[in-house]
């Protein structure tokens, strides 16, 4: 799911990028050092993620961790993704250069949403983490494919076919994600919990995770 | 390369008989033999253009290869992000240290 060059109008493609950069300052600004070792390990998931292909009848889709890196990362999880996609968009030709603003907005905003979403509800036994972990996950995949259709409206799209051709698209994925962001975040809560704590506040000498 | 060359020595082979042919002795034997000689090339053509036909799919799957991203750009790309995040975390320290 990514947006190749030439699809989107200037206007949405400069404006993608002005909203991908203020919200990547933010997303700096939030990250702490401590937090980073964690942060580099997440950006090289998702970067990876995207060359799983899971086949789907003539086509495959490939799985985009958006949920996941939101739910582990917080609101560093935009500055993830944006680099992520630079480095997806210069390697393996994954989406354009131009529409990189777009993209970022496309897979950051659902991640942040599914980091907020994840540190408010998560609570604190591990089993409702690890559900929560795949709601996260699964929802990542549902909003970035409603963000795509949100995105190629405004290149003249029909917003509810497109976003019906992506969501039938991206069953498989949203189902994969599910069961990958439940068994993480499970994993984490019984393994490493430290990882899990909010992401979304400022500590104050947080110890080191 | 090589089957192509044996076709075309067939089709000098066969200009020669042509050429015999004008020349003209016994008629009967050089129609016979021009008949061979196109025999020969009809057959070598079959060749050559089942070997064009089979180039022209491996071709196709290396470029189906090249579009996929390789594994040294995966690797690559790992690397660059935790060098990226390591160049981050150094100046994050530095600046705890001041």
């Known amino acids: 799911m990514h947006i190749s060059d030439g699809v989107l109008p200037i206007s949405v493609t400069i404006g993608g990028y002005a909203a991908s950069s203020a919200l990547a300052a933010w997303s700096v600004r939030r990250t702490e050092a401590e937090a980073l070792p964690k942060l580099a390990v997440m950006t090289a998931a998702f970067f990876v993620a995207s060359l799983v292909h899971v086949p789907f009848g003539p086509t495959s889709v490939h799985l985009l961790l958006a949920g996941l890196t939101g739910a582990l990362l917080g609101a560093s999880a935009f500055l993830a993704i944006g680099l992520g996609l630079i480095l997806q968009s210069l390697l393996f030709q994954f989406g354009g250069l131009t529409a990189l603003g777009a993209n970022a907005l496309m897979m950051g905003l659902p991640a942040l949403a599914c980091g907020w979403l994840f540190q408010t509800f998560k609570g604190a036994a591990p089993t409702r983490q690890a559900v929560l972990g795949g709601v996260a996950g699964a929802a990542g995949s549902t909003l970035s494919a409603i963000a795509l259709a949100a995105l190629l409206a405004t290149g003249g799209e029909d917003f509810f076919g497109v976003a019906k051709i992506a969501l039938a698209a991206h069953v498989p994925v949203i189902l994969i994600e599910g069961a990958v962001g439940a068994f993480t975040v499970g994993f984490l809560a019984r393994v490493k919990p430290e990882l899990l704590k909010p992401a979304f506040t400022r500590r104050a000498g947080a110890p080191h995770g | ?98």
């Open chain 2, 1 to 98: 390369m090589k089957s192509m060359g044996k076709g075309l020595a067939a089709a000098v082979l066969g200009c020669c008989l042509l050429g015999a042919t004008v020349s003209g002795a016994a008629e009967p034997a050089a129609e016979q033999g021009c008949r061979e000689a196109v025999a020969l090339l009809k057959e070598r053509n079959v060749q050559i253009s089942g070997d064009l036909r089979r180039i022209q799919r491996e071709i196709a799957a290396l470029r189906a290869d090249l579009d996929r991203p390789a594994a040294k750009d995966i690797v690559g790309g790992i690397g660059y992000i935790f060098g990226l995040f390591g160049v981050a975390a150094f100046v994050a320290s530095r600046r705890k240290e001041h």
